[in-house]
T-cell receptor, first 110, second 115 residues
Framework: GQQLNQSPQSMFIQEGEDVSMNCTSS?????WLWYKQDPGEGPVLLIA?????ELTSNGRLTAQFGITRKDSFLNISASIPSDVGIYFC??????????FGSGTKLNVKP | DVKVTQSSRYLVKRTGEKVFLECVQD?????MFWYRQDPGLGLRLIYF???????EKGDIPEGYSVSREKKERFSLILESASTNQTSMYLC??????????????FGNGTRLTVT
């Protein structure tokens, strides 16, 4: 299946710093989704975006659906140690087809 | 909150065994999915189901089958487990929403080891 291009692959940051990660695709999507996965757990939905240009926040998290519908970014402000984990983007195209990024591994130093 | 429950967190099986992975969701979702997750390969779709007794092959269905006898339950079956099926298995569900824009909700995963 198609994979999305997600970057960066990993990040090492200090507590309190802001974080930004993004996903791009060669295909247009109807929906962009952002998930967080803790070690040994399943992905948990953070933010869902449904319209091109949409900017949505969930606490310290902000995500945007790109105007071209081929990209999305996720920002985390004022990072804390519990933000550690792997963040995945996902794009929903045709009915029931989801495509996933390879993940951004976030490490936060206290 | 949507709850997707996978019956086992960890399983160890022998090569050649028949393995059942069970998944139950409590939100009356029409769509259910099975993925496997491997380092460097990301999430890959094995099978999905959009209704009871309906199933569609995903990207890597070989060596697997599925069963959806009830709306809330979607089972993944490894007919004869092999070591290359050692992986993290993730079940997910989604409702049928407006314009099909309905996010996936995942279970906690089953880490299967085949020896």
């Amino acid at each position: 299946g198609q994979q999305l291009n997600q970057s960066p692959q990993s990040m090492f940051i200090q507590e309190g710093e802001d974080v930004s990660m993004n996903c791009t695709s060669s295909s247009i999507f109807n929906t962009w989704l952002w998930y967080k996965q803790d070690p040994g757990e399943g992905p948990v939905l953070l933010i869902a975006l449904y319209k091109a240009g949409e900017l949505t926040s969930n606490g310290r998290l902000t995500a945007q659906f790109g105007i071209t519908r081929k990209d999305s970014f996720l920002n985390i402000s004022a990072s804390i140690p519990s933000d550690v984990g792997i963040y995945f983007c996902a794009g929903q195209g045709d009915f029931n087809k989801f495509y996933f990024g390879s993940g951004t591994k976030l490490n936060v130093k206290p | 909150d949507v709850k997707v429950t996978q019956s086992s967190r960890y399983l160890v099986k022998r090569t050649g065994e028949k393995v059942f992975l069970e998944c139950v969701q409590d939100m009356d979702h029409e769509n259910m999915f099975w993925y496997r997750q491997d380092p460097g390969l990301g999430l890959r779709l094995i099978y999905f189901s959009y209704d009871v007794k309906m199933k569609e092959k995903g990207d890597i269905p070989e060596g697997y089958s599925v069963s959806r006898e009830k709306k809330e339950r979607f089972s993944l079956i490894l007919e004869s487990a092999s070591t290359n099926q050692t992986s993290m298995y993730l079940c997910a569900s989604s409702p049928v929403g407006q314009d099909d824009n309905s996010p996936l909700h995942f279970g906690n995963g089953t880490r299967l080891t085949v020896t």
